[in-house]
């Protein structure tokens, strides 16, 4: 028989996954899902979401490599991409979260976008902030300290139900915020259009859901912080 204190030393082991937030899980393109080999020239990154928005990209000059040691999609800096023919458009609620980890420098980094619709991207600009537009509306944010390459590091962009837009980075909520309205539209990871201010570095994963709340993000930060 169990003492007492035998019982209270028990704990419920957290069973979230990006699957816990069902249709509202838009893309996921899981850690450590493309194999135990490395790839030179990685053509396709499978969505694990149930929308199969698949990234895909044809051309070998500008495909990113796989490193299965480290789990990560090597992004070059010189036009390297991958692309879905099945973009979202949000014109609500959202929740981007990606980890990973920057080249040097930091210059107007490509994280998540459209390559066939101006004005639909999230960039980092520098080591102080990013800039997203929507719809040709831009959202500038600071952060509260400069970030690093060379480091490990995650990202939860949300918008809320008032439109208000707020960066958490490695678990730390930004005190910058800004409001912003109109239709994201994404289909590309590395690159905006038309092929420009391409991403160099590393990604682990990448998720993106419908809907925004304290809830899904603390979620996020311990999954990201156990990758």
């Known amino acids: 028989m169990l003492s ?25 393109y899981e850690y450590k899902s493309l194999g135990v080999d490395d790839i030179t020239s990685l053509n396709l990154w499978t969505d694990s ?33 991958l692309t879905t023919n099945s973009p979202v458009e949000i014109d609500g609620e959202f929740t981007f979260a990606i980890k990973m980890n920057f080249a040097d420098p930091i210059s107007n980094d490509t994280l998540l976008a459209s390559n066939s619709e101006a004005n639909n991207f999230i960039k980092v600009i520098n080591t102080d ?6 719809s040709s509306s831009s959202a500038l944010i600071n952060f509260d300290s400069s970030i690093s390459s060379g480091s490990d590091i995650y990202f939860i962009i949300t918008r809320n139900g ?23 539209i994404i289909d590309t990871l590395g690159v905006r259009s038309t092929n420009l201010n391409d991403f160099a570095g590393s990604i682990y994963e990448e998720e993106l859901y419908t809907s925004e709340s304290a809830r899904l993000t603390r979620h996020i930060k311990t999954r990201f ?3």
Request: charged share 20%.
């Open 49 to 81: 979401s149930h929308n199969e928005r698949h990234l895909s990209q044809s051309v070998i000059a500008s495909s990113p490599s796989y490193d299965a040691t480290t789990g990560a999609v090597v992004f070059d800096g010189a036009n390297d991409a």
């Open 225 to 227: 912080n156990n990758i």
């Open 162 to 184: 008032d439109n208000e837009v707020s960066v958490n980075i490695n678990g730390e909520p930004q005190s910058d915020t800004v409001t912003r309205a109109g239709t994201f």
């Open 129 to 134: 902030s990013l800039n997203m537009k929507f």
């Open 4 to 28: 007492l204190g035998n019982k209270l030393s028990l704990t419920k082991t957290d069973s979230w996954s990006p699957h816990s937030e069902g249709q509202r899980l838009q893309m996921f």
